[in-house]
Protein backbone atom coordinates (compact mmCIF):
# COMPACT_ATOMS: atom_id res chain seq x y z
CA UNK A 1 0.00 0.00 0.00
CA UNK A 2 3.07 2.29 0.94
CA UNK A 3 4.59 1.56 -2.36
CA UNK A 4 1.39 2.11 -4.29
CA UNK A 5 0.88 5.61 -2.21
CA UNK A 6 4.72 6.95 -3.49
CA UNK A 7 4.39 5.66 -6.98
CA UNK A 8 1.39 7.73 -6.98
CA UNK A 9 3.48 11.00 -5.77
CA UNK A 10 6.15 10.64 -8.41
CA UNK A 11 3.74 9.83 -11.35
CA UNK A 12 2.63 13.52 -10.47
CA UNK A 13 4.03 15.61 -13.14
CA UNK A 14 4.11 18.67 -11.07
CA UNK A 15 5.92 16.70 -8.46
CA UNK A 16 8.47 15.69 -10.99
CA UNK A 17 8.83 19.74 -12.53
CA UNK A 18 9.76 20.43 -9.18
CA UNK A 19 12.17 18.13 -8.49
CA UNK A 20 13.87 18.78 -11.54
CA UNK A 21 14.31 22.46 -10.45
CA UNK A 22 15.58 22.12 -7.12
CA UNK A 23 18.20 19.53 -8.45
CA UNK A 24 19.55 22.02 -11.63
CA UNK A 25 19.37 24.62 -8.76
CA UNK A 26 21.98 22.59 -6.51
CA UNK A 27 24.06 22.07 -9.93
CA UNK A 28 24.47 25.77 -10.87
CA UNK A 29 25.03 26.60 -7.24
CA UNK A 30 28.13 24.04 -6.90
CA UNK A 31 29.45 25.58 -10.39
CA UNK A 32 28.99 29.25 -10.03
CA UNK A 33 29.77 29.72 -6.46
CA UNK A 34 33.52 27.83 -5.62
CA UNK A 35 34.85 27.61 -1.79
CA UNK A 36 35.75 30.57 -0.12
CA UNK A 37 38.94 29.27 0.52
CA UNK A 38 39.99 29.42 -2.98
CA UNK A 39 42.99 31.99 -3.53
CA UNK A 40 41.79 35.06 -6.24
CA UNK A 41 44.96 35.65 -8.15
CA UNK A 42 45.36 38.53 -10.57
CA UNK A 43 47.93 40.21 -12.40
CA UNK A 44 49.55 42.88 -11.37
CA UNK A 45 52.38 42.95 -13.75
CA UNK A 46 50.32 45.58 -16.37
CA UNK A 47 49.03 47.91 -13.53
CA UNK A 48 50.85 51.39 -12.87
CA UNK A 49 50.23 53.38 -10.24
CA UNK A 50 50.28 57.30 -10.64
CA UNK A 51 49.38 59.99 -8.28
CA UNK A 52 49.15 63.25 -8.96
CA UNK A 53 49.68 65.89 -6.18
CA UNK A 54 50.62 69.30 -6.23
CA UNK A 55 54.47 70.67 -4.91
CA UNK A 56 56.17 74.09 -4.97
CA UNK A 57 59.40 74.09 -6.47
CA UNK A 58 61.24 75.87 -3.68
CA UNK A 59 59.64 73.81 -1.11
CA UNK A 60 58.92 70.35 -1.26
CA UNK A 61 57.93 69.57 1.33
CA UNK A 62 54.40 71.39 -0.02
CA UNK A 63 51.91 68.77 -0.97
CA UNK A 64 48.75 69.54 -1.95
CA UNK A 65 46.04 67.53 -3.80
CA UNK A 66 44.97 70.33 -5.83
CA UNK A 67 46.62 73.05 -7.41
CA UNK A 68 47.20 76.94 -6.13
CA UNK A 69 49.83 78.95 -4.85
CA UNK A 70 52.06 78.03 -2.10
CA UNK A 71 51.38 79.31 1.06
CA UNK A 72 55.45 79.80 1.88
CA UNK A 73 56.35 81.65 -0.94
CA UNK A 74 53.47 82.39 -3.10
CA UNK A 75 54.48 80.98 -6.29
CA UNK A 76 52.00 78.94 -8.04
CA UNK A 77 52.53 75.16 -7.57
CA UNK A 78 53.50 72.56 -10.02
CA UNK A 79 52.20 69.14 -10.62
CA UNK A 80 54.58 65.98 -9.76
CA UNK A 81 53.89 62.27 -10.64
CA UNK A 82 55.78 59.55 -8.92
CA UNK A 83 55.06 55.95 -10.93
CA UNK A 84 55.76 53.10 -10.05
CA UNK A 85 56.74 51.39 -13.01
CA UNK A 86 59.74 49.73 -13.09
CA UNK A 87 61.30 50.03 -16.27
CA UNK A 88 62.02 53.91 -16.25
CA UNK A 89 65.20 55.22 -16.12
CA UNK A 90 65.94 55.75 -12.53
CA UNK A 91 67.39 59.28 -13.76
CA UNK A 92 64.73 59.66 -15.77
CA UNK A 93 61.54 62.32 -14.86
CA UNK A 94 58.08 60.80 -15.74
CA UNK A 95 55.26 63.30 -15.81
CA UNK A 96 52.05 61.89 -16.95
CA UNK A 97 50.33 63.44 -19.57
CA UNK A 98 48.02 65.88 -18.00
CA UNK A 99 50.95 67.08 -16.20
CA UNK A 100 52.76 67.80 -19.10
CA UNK A 101 49.37 69.76 -20.35
CA UNK A 102 49.50 71.46 -17.35
CA UNK A 103 52.84 72.87 -17.39
CA UNK A 104 52.78 73.47 -20.85
CA UNK A 105 55.61 71.14 -21.85
CA UNK A 106 56.66 71.74 -25.78
CA UNK A 107 58.93 69.34 -27.49
CA UNK A 108 60.92 69.22 -30.69
CA UNK A 109 62.89 67.59 -33.08
CA UNK A 110 66.52 68.20 -33.23
CA UNK A 111 67.71 68.68 -36.90
CA UNK A 112 70.59 70.43 -38.50
CA UNK A 113 70.56 73.67 -40.05
CA UNK A 114 72.31 75.92 -41.88
CA UNK A 115 73.15 78.32 -39.12
CA UNK A 116 72.91 82.38 -39.81
CA UNK A 117 74.52 84.27 -36.97
CA UNK A 118 72.62 87.76 -36.92
CA UNK A 119 74.65 90.78 -35.81
CA UNK A 120 73.22 94.27 -35.02
CA UNK A 121 75.17 97.10 -35.15
CA UNK A 122 74.37 101.17 -34.51
CA UNK A 123 75.64 103.62 -35.79
CA UNK A 124 75.65 107.29 -38.10
CA UNK A 125 75.18 108.69 -41.32
CA UNK A 126 78.38 110.44 -42.28
CA UNK A 127 79.16 112.22 -45.44
CA UNK A 128 81.93 110.77 -47.54
CA UNK A 129 85.22 112.39 -46.80
CA UNK A 130 86.08 111.59 -50.00
CA UNK A 131 83.85 114.42 -51.48
CA UNK A 132 84.92 117.16 -48.99
CA UNK A 133 86.06 119.90 -50.87
CA UNK A 134 87.65 123.24 -49.26
CA UNK A 135 86.85 126.55 -51.56
CA UNK A 136 90.35 128.63 -51.03
CA UNK A 137 90.79 132.02 -52.01
CA UNK A 138 93.14 131.68 -55.10
CA UNK A 139 94.17 136.03 -54.87
CA UNK A 140 95.04 138.00 -52.14
CA UNK A 141 92.56 141.01 -51.45
CA UNK A 142 89.29 141.56 -48.97
CA UNK A 143 86.28 140.35 -48.99
CA UNK A 144 83.88 143.13 -50.41
CA UNK A 145 80.64 140.35 -50.50
CA UNK A 146 79.81 136.82 -49.57
CA UNK A 147 76.84 135.15 -51.14
CA UNK A 148 76.87 132.65 -49.05
CA UNK A 149 76.25 133.33 -45.72
CA UNK A 150 75.42 130.61 -43.82
CA UNK A 151 76.43 127.02 -42.54
CA UNK A 152 74.32 124.39 -44.18
CA UNK A 153 73.40 126.47 -47.57
CA UNK A 154 73.20 124.04 -50.74
CA UNK A 155 75.92 125.33 -53.45
CA UNK A 156 76.25 124.35 -57.09
CA UNK A 157 79.24 124.12 -59.15
CA UNK A 158 80.01 127.37 -60.43
CA UNK A 159 78.14 129.39 -58.25
CA UNK A 160 79.25 132.65 -57.02
CA UNK A 161 80.08 132.48 -53.21
CA UNK A 162 81.69 136.19 -53.04
CA UNK A 163 83.54 138.78 -54.17
CA UNK A 164 87.03 139.96 -53.69
CA UNK A 165 88.83 143.42 -53.67
CA UNK A 166 92.69 142.86 -54.45
CA UNK A 167 95.25 145.35 -55.46
CA UNK A 168 97.95 143.12 -56.33
CA UNK A 169 95.19 141.74 -59.58
CA UNK A 170 94.62 145.28 -60.37
CA UNK A 171 98.24 145.26 -60.78
CA UNK A 172 98.41 142.28 -63.38
CA UNK A 173 95.52 143.50 -65.07
CA UNK A 174 97.43 146.78 -65.55
CA UNK A 175 100.42 145.11 -67.03
CA UNK A 176 97.96 142.74 -69.08
CA UNK A 177 96.38 146.34 -70.46
CA UNK A 178 100.39 147.41 -70.83
CA UNK A 179 101.46 144.26 -73.10
CA UNK A 180 98.49 144.22 -75.26
CA UNK A 181 99.70 146.95 -76.67
CA UNK A 182 103.21 145.82 -77.73
CA UNK A 183 102.42 141.65 -77.84
CA UNK A 184 103.40 141.87 -82.00
CA UNK A 185 106.65 143.21 -80.91
CA UNK A 186 107.03 141.62 -77.13
CA UNK A 187 105.09 138.38 -77.83
CA UNK A 188 106.64 136.61 -74.45
CA UNK A 189 105.73 139.68 -72.28
CA UNK A 190 102.09 139.16 -72.87
CA UNK A 191 101.87 135.32 -72.78
CA UNK A 192 103.70 136.00 -69.19
CA UNK A 193 101.22 138.58 -68.16
CA UNK A 194 98.44 136.31 -69.36
CA UNK A 195 99.61 133.26 -67.38
CA UNK A 196 100.12 135.02 -64.29
CA UNK A 197 96.26 135.85 -64.33
CA UNK A 198 96.03 132.14 -64.73
CA UNK A 199 97.84 131.36 -62.06
CA UNK A 200 95.10 133.34 -59.69
CA UNK A 201 92.59 131.03 -61.47
CA UNK A 202 91.43 133.51 -63.69
CA UNK A 203 89.54 131.74 -67.04
CA UNK A 204 90.74 132.19 -70.71
CA UNK A 205 86.63 134.31 -71.13
CA UNK A 206 87.89 136.19 -68.16
CA UNK A 207 91.38 137.33 -69.87
CA UNK A 208 89.69 137.80 -73.08
CA UNK A 209 87.02 140.48 -71.73
CA UNK A 210 89.85 142.61 -69.74
CA UNK A 211 91.81 142.61 -72.67
CA UNK A 212 88.76 143.71 -75.15
CA UNK A 213 86.99 146.30 -72.96
CA UNK A 214 90.51 147.75 -71.80
CA UNK A 215 89.03 148.27 -68.16
CA UNK A 216 90.33 147.12 -65.26
CA UNK A 217 88.31 144.95 -62.93
CA UNK A 218 87.59 146.24 -59.48
CA UNK A 219 86.07 143.13 -57.96
CA UNK A 220 86.83 139.38 -58.51
CA UNK A 221 84.44 136.59 -58.21
CA UNK A 222 84.93 133.81 -56.41
CA UNK A 223 83.12 130.78 -57.64
CA UNK A 224 82.43 127.42 -56.53
CA UNK A 225 84.65 124.56 -57.42
CA UNK A 226 81.91 121.54 -56.47
CA UNK A 227 78.03 121.11 -55.96
CA UNK A 228 77.17 120.31 -51.80
CA UNK A 229 76.44 122.19 -48.77
CA UNK A 230 78.53 124.33 -47.11
CA UNK A 231 79.55 122.81 -43.36
CA UNK A 232 81.77 125.62 -42.31
CA UNK A 233 82.07 129.09 -43.37
CA UNK A 234 85.52 130.60 -42.28
CA UNK A 235 85.33 134.30 -43.74
CA UNK A 236 83.21 137.18 -43.03
CA UNK A 237 82.65 140.51 -45.27
CA UNK A 238 85.61 142.42 -44.70
CA UNK A 239 88.03 139.85 -43.45
CA UNK A 240 91.51 140.37 -45.27
CA UNK A 241 92.58 136.30 -46.87
CA UNK A 242 95.84 135.87 -48.51
CA UNK A 243 96.30 133.21 -51.49
CA UNK A 244 95.16 129.98 -50.36
CA UNK A 245 93.30 130.81 -47.42
CA UNK A 246 90.03 128.85 -47.10
CA UNK A 247 86.43 130.37 -47.19
CA UNK A 248 84.50 127.51 -47.33
CA UNK A 249 84.45 124.13 -46.61
CA UNK A 250 81.92 122.14 -49.01
CA UNK A 251 80.45 118.85 -48.03
CA UNK A 252 78.98 116.62 -51.88
CA UNK A 253 76.16 114.27 -50.16
CA UNK A 254 75.77 112.80 -53.19
CA UNK A 255 76.55 109.93 -51.88
CA UNK A 256 77.08 109.15 -48.21
CA UNK A 257 78.77 106.68 -45.21
CA UNK A 258 77.19 105.09 -43.05
CA UNK A 259 80.09 104.72 -40.00
CA UNK A 260 78.41 101.67 -37.63
CA UNK A 261 80.46 100.60 -34.38
CA UNK A 262 81.22 96.89 -34.03
CA UNK A 263 81.99 95.16 -31.00
CA UNK A 264 85.01 93.27 -30.62
CA UNK A 265 82.80 89.96 -30.02
CA UNK A 266 81.26 90.67 -33.36
CA UNK A 267 84.07 91.34 -35.78
CA UNK A 268 84.61 87.29 -36.42
CA UNK A 269 81.11 87.62 -37.87
CA UNK A 270 82.00 90.22 -40.41
CA UNK A 271 83.32 90.48 -43.76
CA UNK A 272 84.27 93.38 -46.41
CA UNK A 273 82.09 92.59 -49.74
CA UNK A 274 79.14 91.25 -47.23
CA UNK A 275 75.57 92.70 -47.21
CA UNK A 276 74.15 94.78 -44.52
CA UNK A 277 70.81 95.59 -44.21
CA UNK A 278 69.92 99.19 -42.29
CA UNK A 279 67.05 100.97 -40.91
CA UNK A 280 66.82 105.23 -39.91
CA UNK A 281 65.48 106.54 -37.15
CA UNK A 282 64.22 109.14 -39.02
CA UNK A 283 62.81 107.17 -41.50
CA UNK A 284 60.75 104.95 -40.37
CA UNK A 285 59.11 102.01 -42.43
CA UNK A 286 62.12 102.66 -44.74
CA UNK A 287 64.70 99.61 -45.22
CA UNK A 288 68.23 100.88 -46.77
CA UNK A 289 70.83 98.31 -48.24
CA UNK A 290 74.30 98.70 -48.80
CA UNK A 291 77.75 96.66 -48.48
CA UNK A 292 80.69 96.17 -46.03
CA UNK A 293 83.50 98.60 -48.04
CA UNK A 294 85.96 99.18 -44.83
CA UNK A 295 86.38 97.27 -41.63
CA UNK A 296 88.45 99.99 -39.09
CA UNK A 297 91.68 97.20 -38.61
CA UNK A 298 92.62 99.21 -34.64
CA UNK A 299 90.21 98.81 -31.96
CA UNK A 300 89.47 101.78 -29.56
CA UNK A 301 90.65 101.34 -26.74
CA UNK A 302 88.41 103.67 -24.63
CA UNK A 303 85.36 102.53 -26.54
CA UNK A 304 86.48 98.88 -27.41
CA UNK A 305 84.64 98.88 -31.01
CA UNK A 306 85.56 99.21 -34.49
CA UNK A 307 84.45 101.38 -37.11
CA UNK A 308 82.26 99.52 -39.95
CA UNK A 309 81.71 101.43 -42.84
CA UNK A 310 78.92 100.99 -45.74
CA UNK A 311 78.28 103.36 -48.69
CA UNK A 312 74.89 104.54 -50.53
CA UNK A 313 73.97 106.95 -52.95
CA UNK A 314 72.03 110.19 -51.73
CA UNK A 315 70.43 111.63 -54.47
CA UNK A 316 67.65 112.53 -53.34
CA UNK A 317 68.79 113.81 -50.05
CA UNK A 318 66.98 111.87 -47.53
CA UNK A 319 69.99 111.23 -45.54
CA UNK A 320 71.41 113.27 -44.03
CA UNK A 321 74.55 113.31 -41.76
CA UNK A 322 74.47 112.33 -37.64
CA UNK A 323 70.93 110.41 -38.61
CA UNK A 324 71.38 107.05 -36.57
CA UNK A 325 70.98 103.65 -38.08
CA UNK A 326 70.70 100.45 -36.75
CA UNK A 327 72.15 97.71 -39.21
CA UNK A 328 71.51 93.90 -39.15
CA UNK A 329 74.38 91.71 -40.97
CA UNK A 330 73.46 87.93 -41.52
CA UNK A 331 76.22 85.97 -42.01
CA UNK A 332 76.38 82.29 -42.61
CA UNK A 333 78.37 80.46 -40.15
CA UNK A 334 80.08 77.34 -43.00
CA UNK A 335 82.65 76.10 -40.26
CA UNK A 336 79.25 75.02 -38.07
CA UNK A 337 77.48 73.84 -41.00
CA UNK A 338 77.12 70.25 -40.08
CA UNK A 339 75.45 71.13 -36.49
CA UNK A 340 72.44 70.87 -34.76
CA UNK A 341 70.78 73.88 -34.15
CA UNK A 342 67.67 74.37 -31.28
CA UNK A 343 66.10 77.19 -29.58
CA UNK A 344 67.51 79.18 -26.61
CA UNK A 345 64.33 78.23 -24.80
CA UNK A 346 65.26 74.82 -24.71
CA UNK A 347 68.99 75.09 -22.61
CA UNK A 348 69.27 75.97 -19.13
CA UNK A 349 72.37 77.18 -17.82
CA UNK A 350 74.35 77.08 -14.27
CA UNK A 351 77.87 78.57 -14.56
CA UNK A 352 79.99 77.16 -17.53
CA UNK A 353 77.55 74.21 -17.93
CA UNK A 354 75.00 74.17 -20.16
CA UNK A 355 72.09 71.43 -20.19
CA UNK A 356 68.72 70.63 -22.25
CA UNK A 357 66.33 67.78 -21.25
CA UNK A 358 66.00 65.04 -23.83
CA UNK A 359 62.44 63.14 -24.48
CA UNK A 360 63.29 59.59 -24.29
CA UNK A 361 61.46 56.88 -27.06
CA UNK A 362 58.00 56.50 -26.44
CA UNK A 363 54.78 57.93 -26.08
CA UNK A 364 54.90 59.06 -22.47
CA UNK A 365 56.49 62.36 -21.62
CA UNK A 366 59.90 60.43 -19.68
CA UNK A 367 62.48 63.39 -19.94
CA UNK A 368 66.29 62.80 -19.19
CA UNK A 369 68.94 65.38 -18.18
CA UNK A 370 71.77 65.82 -20.52
CA UNK A 371 74.94 68.35 -20.75
CA UNK A 372 75.64 69.65 -24.17
CA UNK A 373 78.36 72.15 -25.69
CA UNK A 374 76.98 75.71 -26.80
CA UNK A 375 78.22 77.02 -29.58
CA UNK A 376 77.71 80.87 -31.22
CA UNK A 377 74.73 82.06 -30.17
CA UNK A 378 71.80 82.98 -33.44
CA UNK A 379 69.14 85.76 -32.09
CA UNK A 380 66.61 83.26 -30.64
CA UNK A 381 68.75 79.86 -31.24
CA UNK A 382 72.02 77.96 -30.53
CA UNK A 383 74.56 76.06 -32.21
CA UNK A 384 75.49 72.94 -30.33
CA UNK A 385 78.76 71.75 -30.83
CA UNK A 386 77.99 68.08 -29.22
CA UNK A 387 75.58 66.37 -26.93
CA UNK A 388 72.92 65.67 -29.02
CA UNK A 389 72.23 63.49 -31.67
CA UNK A 390 69.92 64.09 -35.21
CA UNK A 391 66.13 63.71 -34.49
CA UNK A 392 66.30 63.00 -30.80
CA UNK A 393 63.56 65.43 -29.09
CA UNK A 394 64.18 68.01 -26.64
CA UNK A 395 62.04 70.24 -24.47
CA UNK A 396 61.54 73.34 -25.74
CA UNK A 397 58.96 74.98 -23.46
CA UNK A 398 57.89 74.33 -19.93
CA UNK A 399 62.13 73.56 -19.59
CA UNK A 400 62.09 75.03 -15.89
CA UNK A 401 59.07 73.70 -15.07
CA UNK A 402 60.54 69.80 -15.99
CA UNK A 403 63.35 70.80 -14.26
CA UNK A 404 62.11 71.82 -11.06
CA UNK A 405 60.02 68.27 -10.91
CA UNK A 406 63.57 66.46 -11.11
CA UNK A 407 64.87 68.66 -8.66
CA UNK A 408 61.50 67.20 -6.46
CA UNK A 409 62.11 64.08 -7.17
CA UNK A 410 65.42 63.71 -6.34
CA UNK A 411 66.85 63.05 -9.95
CA UNK A 412 69.64 64.71 -11.72
CA UNK A 413 68.90 68.75 -12.31
CA UNK A 414 70.31 71.56 -13.49
CA UNK A 415 71.40 72.38 -10.34
CA UNK A 416 71.92 69.05 -8.73
CA UNK A 417 73.49 67.31 -11.95
CA UNK A 418 74.19 63.95 -9.47
CA UNK A 419 70.54 63.37 -8.49
CA UNK A 420 69.55 63.13 -4.55
CA UNK A 421 67.05 64.92 -2.46
CA UNK A 422 67.01 68.04 -1.99
CA UNK A 423 64.99 70.35 0.26
CA UNK A 424 64.98 72.92 -1.94
CA UNK A 425 66.87 74.62 -5.02
CA UNK A 426 70.60 74.43 -3.58
CA UNK A 427 72.20 77.69 -2.93
CA UNK A 428 68.68 79.35 -2.34
CA UNK A 429 67.08 80.13 0.49
CA UNK A 430 63.58 80.69 0.74
CA UNK A 431 60.99 82.13 3.68
CA UNK A 432 60.45 79.35 5.78
CA UNK A 433 63.66 77.25 4.61
CA UNK A 434 65.96 76.34 7.38
CA UNK A 435 69.27 78.02 6.82
CA UNK A 436 72.26 76.42 7.22
CA UNK A 437 75.42 77.10 8.16
CA UNK A 438 77.69 76.33 5.30
CA UNK A 439 75.51 78.92 2.51
CA UNK A 440 77.05 81.39 0.86
CA UNK A 441 76.00 84.65 -0.15
CA UNK A 442 75.96 85.26 -3.80
CA UNK A 443 78.75 87.98 -3.81
CA UNK A 444 82.08 87.40 -3.75
CA UNK A 445 83.28 90.40 -2.06
CA UNK A 446 81.39 92.40 0.00
CA UNK A 447 80.58 96.18 -0.47
CA UNK A 448 82.20 98.74 2.08
CA UNK A 449 79.13 100.05 4.71
CA UNK A 450 76.98 97.40 3.60
CA UNK A 451 75.90 94.20 4.83
CA UNK A 452 75.70 91.30 2.45
CA UNK A 453 73.94 88.77 3.93
CA UNK A 454 70.25 91.21 3.22
CA UNK A 455 69.95 93.37 5.54
CA UNK A 456 67.64 96.01 3.84
CA UNK A 457 67.63 98.39 6.33
CA UNK A 458 71.41 98.64 4.86
CA UNK A 459 70.54 99.08 1.35
CA UNK A 460 70.92 95.67 0.21
CA UNK A 461 67.71 93.61 -0.66
CA UNK A 462 67.13 90.24 0.14
CA UNK A 463 67.30 87.55 -2.74
CA UNK A 464 64.09 86.22 -4.40
CA UNK A 465 64.08 83.04 -6.20
CA UNK A 466 62.08 83.71 -9.45
CA UNK A 467 61.57 81.42 -12.41
CA UNK A 468 64.09 80.68 -15.58
CA UNK A 469 62.12 82.44 -17.64
CA UNK A 470 61.98 85.77 -15.54
CA UNK A 471 65.33 85.39 -14.62
CA UNK A 472 66.46 84.95 -19.01
CA UNK A 473 64.30 88.31 -19.58
CA UNK A 474 66.10 90.09 -16.82
CA UNK A 475 69.19 89.11 -18.46
CA UNK A 476 68.44 90.65 -21.81
CA UNK A 477 67.48 93.76 -19.87
CA UNK A 478 71.13 93.62 -18.47
CA UNK A 479 72.50 93.20 -22.37
CA UNK A 480 70.94 96.00 -23.02
CA UNK A 481 72.12 98.04 -19.84
CA UNK A 482 75.84 97.27 -21.07
CA UNK A 483 75.58 99.21 -24.30
CA UNK A 484 73.97 101.99 -23.08
CA UNK A 485 76.28 102.28 -20.65
CA UNK A 486 78.84 102.06 -23.26
CA UNK A 487 77.08 105.22 -24.71
CA UNK A 488 77.58 107.45 -21.86
CA UNK A 489 81.50 106.05 -21.97
CA UNK A 490 81.74 107.40 -25.19
CA UNK A 491 80.07 110.68 -24.04
CA UNK A 492 77.72 110.63 -26.87
CA UNK A 493 74.15 111.49 -25.75
CA UNK A 494 72.25 110.96 -28.85
CA UNK A 495 73.57 107.19 -29.04
CA UNK A 496 72.82 107.05 -25.38
CA UNK A 497 69.20 108.01 -26.18
CA UNK A 498 68.96 105.48 -28.72
CA UNK A 499 70.14 102.48 -26.18
CA UNK A 500 67.64 104.23 -23.86
CA UNK A 501 65.54 103.10 -25.71
CA UNK A 502 66.32 99.69 -26.44
CA UNK A 503 66.94 99.17 -22.76
CA UNK A 504 62.94 100.55 -22.27
CA UNK A 505 61.65 97.64 -24.91
CA UNK A 506 63.49 95.44 -23.19
CA UNK A 507 62.06 96.22 -19.96
CA UNK A 508 58.74 96.00 -21.43
CA UNK A 509 58.88 92.68 -22.11
CA UNK A 510 59.77 91.43 -19.11
CA UNK A 511 56.85 89.40 -17.91
CA UNK A 512 55.50 90.18 -14.52
CA UNK A 513 52.51 87.15 -14.44
CA UNK A 514 55.78 84.82 -14.24
CA UNK A 515 56.08 86.53 -10.63
CA UNK A 516 53.76 86.01 -7.68
CA UNK A 517 53.54 86.64 -3.93
CA UNK A 518 56.04 89.26 -2.56
CA UNK A 519 58.34 89.22 -5.94
CA UNK A 520 55.56 90.65 -7.96
CA UNK A 521 54.84 93.28 -5.52
CA UNK A 522 58.52 94.13 -5.26
CA UNK A 523 58.99 93.79 -9.13
CA UNK A 524 56.13 96.30 -9.80
CA UNK A 525 57.63 98.87 -7.59
CA UNK A 526 61.22 98.19 -9.33
CA UNK A 527 60.17 98.44 -12.86
CA UNK A 528 58.05 101.53 -12.37
CA UNK A 529 60.35 103.19 -11.30
CA UNK A 530 63.28 101.85 -13.68
CA UNK A 531 60.62 102.80 -16.67
CA UNK A 532 60.13 106.25 -15.39
CA UNK A 533 64.37 107.28 -15.16
CA UNK A 534 64.84 105.45 -18.41
CA UNK A 535 62.25 107.56 -19.81
CA UNK A 536 64.18 110.51 -18.72
CA UNK A 537 67.12 109.23 -20.56
CA UNK A 538 65.19 108.99 -23.78
CA UNK A 539 63.80 112.51 -23.20
CA UNK A 540 67.17 114.24 -22.15
CA UNK A 541 68.28 117.43 -24.10
CA UNK A 542 71.54 117.40 -22.06
CA UNK A 543 74.36 115.23 -21.81
CA UNK A 544 74.61 115.54 -17.73
CA UNK A 545 71.08 115.58 -17.01
CA UNK A 546 71.31 111.68 -19.43
CA UNK A 547 73.72 111.09 -17.14
CA UNK A 548 72.00 111.93 -13.81
CA UNK A 549 68.96 109.63 -15.19
CA UNK A 550 71.61 107.11 -15.78
CA UNK A 551 72.73 107.05 -11.89
CA UNK A 552 69.25 106.69 -10.93
CA UNK A 553 68.61 104.08 -13.01
CA UNK A 554 71.59 102.06 -11.71
CA UNK A 555 70.85 101.91 -8.63
CA UNK A 556 67.63 100.73 -9.21
CA UNK A 557 68.72 98.02 -11.74
CA UNK A 558 71.53 97.40 -9.13
CA UNK A 559 68.32 96.77 -6.26
CA UNK A 560 66.79 94.58 -8.78
CA UNK A 561 69.95 91.93 -9.78
CA UNK A 562 70.31 91.71 -6.18
CA UNK A 563 66.45 91.30 -5.45
CA UNK A 564 65.88 88.39 -8.54
CA UNK A 565 69.28 87.62 -9.86
CA UNK A 566 70.49 87.03 -13.37
CA UNK A 567 71.65 84.05 -15.36
CA UNK A 568 75.31 83.36 -16.85
CA UNK A 569 76.70 86.78 -15.75
CA UNK A 570 79.36 88.26 -14.05
CA UNK A 571 78.77 91.92 -12.73
CA UNK A 572 80.71 94.25 -11.27
CA UNK A 573 79.20 97.19 -9.42
CA UNK A 574 81.41 100.05 -9.26
CA UNK A 575 81.42 103.79 -8.03
CA UNK A 576 83.23 106.88 -9.18
CA UNK A 577 83.05 109.39 -6.20
CA UNK A 578 83.68 112.53 -7.92
CA UNK A 579 79.94 112.01 -9.99
CA UNK A 580 77.61 113.88 -9.60
CA UNK A 581 79.53 116.89 -8.07
CA UNK A 582 81.55 115.09 -5.46
CA UNK A 583 78.38 113.14 -3.92
CA UNK A 584 79.26 109.99 -5.96
CA UNK A 585 77.51 107.54 -8.18
CA UNK A 586 77.36 103.99 -9.25
CA UNK A 587 77.11 101.82 -12.27
CA UNK A 588 77.47 98.17 -13.43
CA UNK A 589 79.71 96.37 -15.93
CA UNK A 590 80.12 93.71 -17.08
CA UNK A 591 84.56 93.85 -17.40
CA UNK A 592 86.65 94.42 -14.29
CA UNK A 593 88.69 97.62 -16.07
CA UNK A 594 87.18 100.81 -15.19
CA UNK A 595 85.29 102.38 -18.10
CA UNK A 596 83.96 105.77 -16.45
CA UNK A 597 80.30 106.72 -17.66
CA UNK A 598 79.81 109.72 -16.24
CA UNK A 599 83.20 111.65 -17.56
CA UNK A 600 83.62 109.70 -20.46
CA UNK A 601 87.79 110.28 -22.01
CA UNK A 602 88.04 113.52 -19.39
CA UNK A 603 88.52 110.89 -16.57
CA UNK A 604 88.33 107.36 -18.33
CA UNK A 605 90.26 105.51 -15.27
CA UNK A 606 88.17 107.51 -12.58
CA UNK A 607 86.47 105.13 -10.21
CA UNK A 608 86.96 101.36 -8.54
CA UNK A 609 85.13 98.48 -7.86
CA UNK A 610 83.32 97.89 -4.96
CA UNK A 611 81.68 94.48 -5.40
CA UNK A 612 81.35 91.68 -8.26
CA UNK A 613 78.46 89.39 -8.69
CA UNK A 614 78.71 85.92 -9.89
CA UNK A 615 75.36 84.37 -11.32
Same mark, same amino acid.
Given at each position: ???????????????????????????????????????????????????????????????????????????????????????????????????????????????????????????????????????????????? !??????????????????????????????????????????????????????????????????????? +????????????????? !????????????????????????????????????????????????????????????????????? +?????????????????????????? @????????????????????????? !??????????????????? =?????????????????????? @??????????????????????????????????? =?????????????????????????????????????????????????????????????????????????????????????????????????????? /??????? +????????????????????????????????????????????????????????? !?????????? /???????????
Amino acid at each position: MKKLRLFNIFSNKYVNYSLILLFGTFIGWLVFNPSQNKEVKHDHSTEVVQVTIWTCSMHPQIRMEQPGECPICGMELIPLVKSSSSSIDPSAIHLSKEAAQLANVLTSVVTKQIPVKEVRLYGKVQADERLFQSQVAHIPGRIE !RLSVNFTGESVTKGQVLAEIYSPELITAQQELLETVKTKQLQPELYEASKEKLRQWKLTDDQIAKIESSGV +VQINFEVVSNTAGAVTA !RRVNTGDHVSQGTVLFDIADLSKVWIMFDAYESDLQFLHIGEKLSFTLQALPGVDFAGNIIFIDPVIDP +VTRVAKVRVETGNQSGKLKPEMFATG @IVSTTLNEYRDNMVIPKTAVLWTGK !RSVVYVKQPGDEPIFKLRE =IGLGPMLGESYVITDGLIEGEE @IVTSGTFSVDAAAQLEGKPSMMNPRGGKTSSMPGM =IMPGDAKPDNVKPVNDTSMSGMDMQGDNSKGVPKKIDVSMDFTMQLNTVFDYYIVLKDAFVQSDVKKAKQAAQEVQQALSKVDMKLLTGDAHVQWMDISGNL /DHQIKLI +VSAGQLEDARTSFSNFSDLFYKAIRTFGLMGKTVHYQFCPMAKNGKGAYWLSEIIDI !RNPYFGRKMI /DCGETKETLNY
